[in-house]
């Protein structure tokens, strides 16, 4: 089991940039495949982005492909989500996640066991 703690979340402005760090315990994020989801009120959890456990393979939603990048620190145990040109859209809340088998990045939901607890992401117009 991986423990998640994300973390950076908060107020900005639209046009702004973010980024959220989800850090690991207990396993290593090398073993895992990673991944953000995000679910605003009224709306069903929506996958952001993936990246597998080499970091080969990266995977992005429609809706943040070409603002959003996902990247991981190693040494830290870390992944990060940066955020760029944020929309009013984008608030949400956001969770990282992670899942097995690392080779793959899944862009459901049930493709991942362990969950955070969660940043809330706010973008004003």
């Known amino acids: 089991q991986v423990q998640l703690v994300e973390s950076g979340g908060g107020l900005v402005q639209a046009g702004t940039s973010l980024r959220l760090s989800c850090a690991a315990s207990e396993q290593t994020i090398s073993n895992y495949r990673m991944a953000w989801f995000r679910q605003a009120p009224g709306k069903e959890r929506e996958f952001v982005g993936g990246?597998?456990?080499?970091?080969?393979?990266?995977l992005y939603g429609d809706s943040v492909k070409g603002r959003f990048t996902i990247s991981r620190d190693t040494a830290k145990n870390t992944v990060y989500l940066h955020m760029y040109s944020l929309k009013p859209d984008d608030t949400a809340v956001y969770y990282c996640?992670?899942?097995?088998?690392?080779?793959?990045?899944?862009?459901?939901?049930?493709?991942?066991?362990?969950w955070g607890q969660g940043t809330q992401v706010t973008v004003s117009s």
């Open positions: 996640a992670a899942g097995y088998p690392p080779w793959t990045v899944a862009t459901v939901s049930g493709g991942y066991a362990d």
């Open positions: 990246i597998s456990g080499a970091g080969a393979v990266t």
